[in-house]
Every structure is written in structure tokens, then in C-alpha cells.
């Protein structure tokens, strides 16, 4: 009996324990080491109104999370324990939080602030803080966390759809290193009326810590400061930003900055400069140090950063225009003569700003477009207008350079007031009226006609000199020679003079000797043709005193008519001239007488060495 009751007393403290340990598994959770056990109690009283996770004990979701491992006590028909994976953000990502409890947001905020709850992990600790519902500041970097899936949902580039976002939204924002960041946030205190921008605060390690920001009294909006280059962890829901190039300041420019965000402006021009404020870096208005070449990271959204050339700057007021295009709107002066006579000048205008001017001058006139329209435009044109009123056309053309060098020194002394220094001013192309220039035109014309002959002229006066030397070049193997003829020839006559001289002095003596001699000989000869002249007077004599006589016996005999003309027979005869019948008788006195003599002419005289015999009238014939 014994026995039967202690096998029985056995079978029931095994099945006692049998059932206590069957009780204890329906209680036990395992996590996995991935997971998480989101525990939901079925009974318990009932939550605050408008609470969503019990942190008491209540029915509903539980503010703690199951860690890994083994777990009792949750009995099944008071519990509900859901196994729930890690939330994984990958590297260069990030998530967003939205948290469905917690207390209200603010109405002058957007996101919910942070609180210390371990990146979200300490759901107890996020709503014991003050942790408030939707949208946090706080967001999830690249990890692995424990996140409670009934208070926070988080977004993640594979969800981001479900939430309006795209994939590229939930990455790690990345400015390159020729760009810059403009930031815009959406959450903060609103920015001070008359701010263009909110200002720069410290401590939120570019705007990666949104908390510190607002804490810091960060305002809403376009921010002052800018991101540079690098990756950074920013919250999309809270800031955004837009990537612009970096403001390059080219070679041979400066950049004037003029800010419209920072401190309040502190005049650093002194008191001769009395035409705008400079202000040092960081306030309000034209920085007085200007940014040299480079490139710089300038919000332009909330600064203007004005180019100033500091190379030489040419200015046109003529049809042609720069690269530049300041003097797009410039166009040729038109002026008006002292005779009445309108007409154009183009005009080019050097000038020079030099680096520490240049803040001076964009805070004078506001920009090199302005210097060009409402400072150098007057200034060169109404200098020229006035200039020509005072001359005729013809003496402005003529006296051009001093007309240059006159605008010069006045446009100089003009922009020197500016700070601006004038480097030259040259007067370009003059259309005058072309009436009065049609005449000039003619008159020049007719000089250069005039001139061209003159020219050709001397060309062909040139072409004969050259010719002409040209020839004496071609013949100078000629001319040497000749020269060196000269010279023999030199020799030669050298030699001839001096045998000249012995031939001379020779025959000199020889003709001395013969004119002695000639000289005895003429006197003899002489001598001689006086003696046998005399003789021969004598001889002529007695003969003309004998022919004279025998003359006058003839015509005593023959008559006068009869003994001519017997003496001009006997001429004729002598010539062999017949004139006259060998016979002729005629009547009157003597014609017997002739025809008688004529006869005898005829037979008798016979020529004698081929010369007639003169019968001269005594009978004797003559030669």
C-alpha cells in the first residue's frame, strides 16, 4: 500500500513538474541576436488619452524592448511579444525619425526638438524627456540600432517613397570643391525684420546639429553662412541646400564685395571720402579690402560681388565695342562747330582703377556699369561738345593732336575726382559734314594729282640715272681699261715729249744751219732775180714799145674795124672756133682784104704744139 502510494505520490510531482515547466515555456521570448521584441500586453488599465505607448504597465505597446536572449514571463494570453529586426543605415546615408508619441510640437516649429534617448534607441527615456510627436531634428547616422517600430518609424532610402522623399534625399550631402552651399532651413526663430538673411551662429558644426542651431539662436530661412567643401550629415527635413559655383575672380580683376547681411556697418573710408560707407569684412555694406584672383566661397544670394578690371580698360565711342561690353551703349559723339557745322568723333577712353581704389569707386557709383553710363558717358561727351563749339571744322581737323592732348589733361583732371586714373584719350575717326569736306576732298585730290606727277616724274628722272649708271656699271671693264690706255698712253707721250725735245733741239739746230744758209742764198738769189728782173723790165719794155708800134702800123694799114677784127680771128682761131664761111666776100670797104686773111688762117697756119700761131699784125707770129 506503501508503495502504491509513493508511485502515485511520484507520478504526481512529475506531472506537478511537467506542468510547471510547460507553464514556464508558454512564457518564455527568445530574440534572435538581429532582433528586437516589441511586447504588447493585452490587459491592463488603459492609457492616457492621446498616449499611444504604455510606459506604466498599461494595455497596448510597450515603451521597452525585448534585448536578445531568453525570456519569461510573457505568458501568451497576457502578452503578445513581436520579434522586429534591426534597423540598418548603410554608410553614406542617413535615416529619418518620425515618432508617433510624445508631446506637442510647437506651433512656431516644424520638426521635433531632440532629446537624450540614445539616436532614438530609449524609447522610455525619449518620452520621459519631452520627446515630441512627428518629424525629429535628431536623425539616424550610418548603423545598426534598436528602434522601437511602435512609437518611431524610420526613413530610409529603401522606404523614402512612402514618404514623399526620393532615395538621393536620405544620402550624405556632398558639396564638391569648385562649388559652395547656400542653406535655406526650415526650422528656427524667424529672422529679424529687415534681415535679408539669418545671421551666422556658432556650434552646430555646419548645420549637422540641428538642435545646437536652433539653440543657438538660429533663424529660419536663408542662412548667411555657407557650406564648403566636404560630406555632410544633414537633415533634409530641416535644411536645404543649393550648390552654386564658387565666385572666381578672374586674372587682371578684383571682386568689391557688397554684403547685405552681417553687422552693422562701421564707416572705415575717413572723412575725405564722403560719396559711401566702407566697412571691414563681415558687415553690412562695400568691404574695404576687395578679394583678390582666386576663387572665393561668396553667398551670392546675400552678397554682390562686383568685377573691377585692374588691367587698362578701353572704352569706345565709336560702332566697335570691347570684350567687356561696358561700352555697349556708347556710341560715336556728335558736336556741333563753332560755323555751325555738325559732325561725329569717335573717341577711345583709357583708364585705370587700381585695387585699393576699387571699393572706393563701386561704393561711389554702385558698379562699372554705372562708372561707364553715369560718369565717363557725361564727361567725355559734353567735354568734346564744348570743346568744338569753340573751333570752325577745318580747325579742330587740323589741330587734331592738340584737340587730343587737350581732352587728355581736362577728362584727366575730371576722373581724378572718382579715384579713377586716366591713362590717354585718343580721338579716332572725324566725320565732318560732307558738303564742306566734298570741296577739300576736290582740292586735296588735285595736290595729290599735282604730287603724283611730280613723283612719277622723279621716278623717271630715277630710272634714268639708273639706267645711266646702270650702263656705266656694264662698262666699267671698259673704263679701266681705258684708264689704264690713259696711262700708257701717259707713258707714251712722256716718252715721245721726251724725244720730242732731243728732235726738237735737233732739228732746231739743223733748221738754224739751213736758215743760215737760206739766209746766204736768198740774198744771192735775191741779188740775182733783181739783176734778171731788170733785164727782163728792159726786155718787156722794148716788146710792148715794138707791139705797140706794129699795133699802130696795122691800123694805119688795115684800118681800125680791120685789124680787130683780124685779131679776134686769130683768138678764134687759136680755140679751133668756126664762125664764119672759110670764104666770104662782102661789099664794102676791107671785104676783100678780110676774105684774103681769113684764107690764109685757113691753109696756112698750122697749129703749133697744139696751140693756134697769134698772126700778129706786123707778120710775126706769137705763142
Known sequence: MEAILFHWATWVALAAVMFIVVVLLSSLQVIGANQSGLVVRRFGKSLPSGRLIAMEGEAGYQADLLPPGWHFGYWPWSYKVVRTPLVVIPPGEIGLVVAADGEATPAENILGHEVDCDDFQNARSFLSNGGERGRQLGF????????????FQVVTADNAD???MRAHDLQVFSVPSDKVGIVSTNDGRP?????????VVEGHDNFQRAQAFIDGGGGRGLQEQVLLAGSWNLNPWFVRVELVPMTEIPIGFVGVVVSYVGKEHLDLSGEDFTHGDLVEKGRKGVWIDALLPGRHPINTRVMKVELVPTTNIVLNWSQRIEQHQYDAKLGPVTVRSKDGFSFTIDVSQIIHIGMRQAPRVISRVGSMQNLVDHVLQPTVANYFRNSAQQVTVLEFLSARSQRQNEAFDAIKQALGAYDIECIDTLIGDIQPPAELMKTQTDRKIAEELQRTYEVQREA?????LLERETSVANMQAEVVRSEQMVAISQKNAMAMEETARGDAARVKLAAEAEAQSMRFKAIAQAEGTKLAGDAEAHATKATGIARAEAYREGVAAMGSEAYVAVQLASVLGEHQVKLVPDIAVGGGEGGLAQALVST???TSVAPKNGVH???KPNGAAGA
Open 191 to 199: 529672422i529679424a525684420t529687415g534681415d535679408l538673411a539669418a545671421s
Open 613 to 615: 700761131p697769134v698772126v
Open 460 to 464: 623717271q628722272l630715277r630710272r634714268q
Open 600 to 602: 690764109m688762117l685757113k
Open 162 to 164: 512612402q514618404f514623399g
Open 140 to 151: 539616424l547616422r550610418a548603423g545598426t540600432y534598436r528602434i522601437n517600430p511602435a512609437l
